[in-house]
T-cell receptor, first 113, second 115 residues
């Protein structure tokens, strides 16, 4: 039981390049989330999904797109990376609405030069 | 504005001393409350949570937190800190009116433990 996994762990991009971050969970969770973590700002929600085939915007969605084609996977895309998107990205999942307990992946450290 | 505030950005305590990390929230309805810990280079681990009932909740690693509705607070405590507790701690809430489970995080408190 791997829980929540993220791929890749580290990545360096040049301004204007694109990439996709993959989040996978093996807990059959309905809810999945993408956060970014920046120093002194805690974690901020980028996009989230309440089920397969659904996505919604969070607090800081600009410059990112997401897809949830399969229940276990939640993809975060950067179409044209900018230095402001240098951050650590965390994926999380939650199974039961009643608990709202979120399980986090190990993170992806992205640097945009 | 709705928010979660952790007033202390950085705290240093001696090993064996007691610890209290503060968290205040500003939501009308009682939210669901959480404390997470993040060790350097790691993801977030849930320490404890409060949904309803007993306002003093016990968590892992010897931590506890107390919900005080009148003060809109959910402070984290530990009677005796160990060097391995050095980490960043995040308070987080899911607003009581939420149907999506979105977590709102505080800015975090970095705990340093002196030997």
């Amino acid at each position: 039981n791997a829980g929540v996994t993220q791929t890749p762990k580290f990545r360096v991009l040049k301004t204007g390049q694109s990439m996709t971050l993959l989040c996978a969970q093996d807990m059959n969770h309905e809810y999945m989330y993408w956060y970014r973590q920046d120093p002194g700002m805690g974690l901020r929600l980028i996009h989230y999904s309440v089920g397969e085939g659904t996505t919604a915007k969070g607090e800081v969605p600009d410059g990112y797109n997401v897809s949830r084609l399969k229940k276990q996977n939640f993809l975060l895309g950067l179409e044209s990376a900018a230095p402001s998107q240098t951050s650590v990205y965390f994926c999380a999942s939650s199974g039961q609405r009643a608990s709202y307990e979120q399980y986090f992946g190990p993170g992806t450290r992205l640097t945009v030069t | 504005a709705q928010s979660v505030t952790q007033p202390d950005i950085h705290i240093t305590v001696s090993e064996g001393a007691s610890l209290e990390l503060r968290c205040n929230y500003s939501y009308g309805a009682t939210p669901y409350l959480f404390w997470y810990v993040q060790s350097p280079g790691q993801g977030l681990q849930l320490l404890l949570k409060y949904f309803s009932g007993d306002t003093l909740v016990q968590g892992i690693k010897g931590f506890e937190a107390e919900f005080k509705r009148s003060q809109s607070s959910f402070n984290l405590r530990k009677p005796s800190v160990h060097w391995s507790d050095a980490a960043e701690y995040f308070c987080a809430v899911v607003p009581g009116s939420s149907n999506t489970g979105k977590l709102i995080f505080g800015q975090g408190t970095t705990l340093q433990v002196k030997p």
